[in-house]
């Protein structure tokens, strides 16, 4: 089955700092999502993008999609303390099922 | 808006034993879903379930048994707790299984001893 991978384990950027986060993922999909997950929470979704588009914003957030390359990025500006937390990107394949990536901790110092 | 509400929160069995996990949700979607976490990494598709009484398998089924018997409620069993066991077990739903946002429940912590 596809695999959608982030690109680092774990980034960490001071309060205020721009920070992205990378994707990968192999084979065609329809969509692909980030979430965020925090300490003892289930996951909440930031963005979805679709196959067909570049990119989509969301506040502070800004997702973006290459089919070509099969990547993705997630960028947050202006950080803040209560974004530290994990970052997963999913790609939806053709049966609307979500492969998950193994995450990158984001961790936003004061 | 709704909320997903999982029970229990914390499961401590003993190897072999049967468990049950229990999800409710009142946003009126029809479409849930079961994923196991483990410790520093990504989610693993268990079950799913379109409607009342559908049953799907995901990719980790072995090993697991779900039920719908209400549209508002999907409850999840380890067949037989595997010593060592450690996991999150997270419930979601979403509107339909081509609808692509997934509201997920703050999870279930098993562990076996």
């Known amino acids: 089955s596809q695999l959608a991978e982030e690109n680092s384990w774990a980034l960490s950027v001071h309060e205020g700092e721009s920070v992205t986060v990378n994707c990968s993922y192999k084979t065609s999909i329809t969509a692909l999502q980030w979430y965020r997950q925090k300490s003892g929470k289930g996951p909440a979704q930031l963005i979805l993008?679709?196959?067909n588009e570049r990119e989509n914003r969301n506040g502070r957030l800004r997702a973006t999609l290459d089919t070509s390359s099969q990547s993705s990025s997630l960028s947050i500006t202006a950080t803040r303390c209560e974004d530290t937390a994990v970052y997963f990107c999913?790609?939806?394949?053709?049966?609307?099922?979500?492969?998950w990536g193994s995450g990158t901790k984001l961790i936003i110092k004061p | 808006g709704g909320i997903i509400t999982q029970t229990p929160k914390f499961l401590i069995g003993q190897e072999g034993q049967k468990l049950t996990l229990k999800c409710q949700q009142n946003?009126?979607?029809?479409?849930m879903y079961w994923y196991r976490q483990d410790s520093g990494k990504g989610l693993r598709l268990i079950y799913y379930?379109?409607?009342?009484?559908?049953?799907q398998k995901g990719d980790l089924s072995e090993g697991y048994d779900a039920s719908r018997e209400k549209k508002s409620s999907f409850s999840l069993t380890v067949t037989s707790a595997q010593k060592n066991e450690m996991a999150v077990f997270l419930c979601a739903s979403s509107i339909g299984i081509n609808q692509d946002t997934q509201y997920f429940g703050p999870g279930t912590r098993l562990l076996v001893l």
């Open positions: 379930s379109i409607t009342e009484n559908d049953l």
């Open positions: 993008i679709r196959s």
């Open positions: 999913a790609t939806m394949d053709s049966n609307y099922q979500l492969i």
């Open positions: 946003f009126n979607h029809d479409t």
